[in-house]
């Protein structure tokens, strides 16, 4: 296979210019957006104490699944 690049390397020259110009063709047709749309994960909780204040809530459920999620 070498001995075919050896004896012709006008052909092998054309060749790798048709690979980079194929490849810089690619490149500048690609799809890229400077700032590309994100979509942030989130964790969504409900919790129920029947009976209990806003300070119970806050202290027995709020305060352990805050410390849990981080």
Do not use: K, Q
Not at 11 to 38: K, Q, R, W
């Amino acid at each position: 296979m070498t001995e075919f690049f050896v004896r012709r390397a006008d052909d092998h020259n054309l060749m790798i210019a048709a690979i980079a110009g194929f490849g810089i063709l690619c490149y500048f047709s690609l799809p890229v957006s400077n700032l590309p749309e994100v979509e942030y994960p989130t964790i969504r909780v409900s919790a129920d104490l029947p009976g209990a204040n806003p300070d119970v809530m806050a202290s027995s459920v709020a305060t352990p699944l805050e410390s849990e999620f981080r």
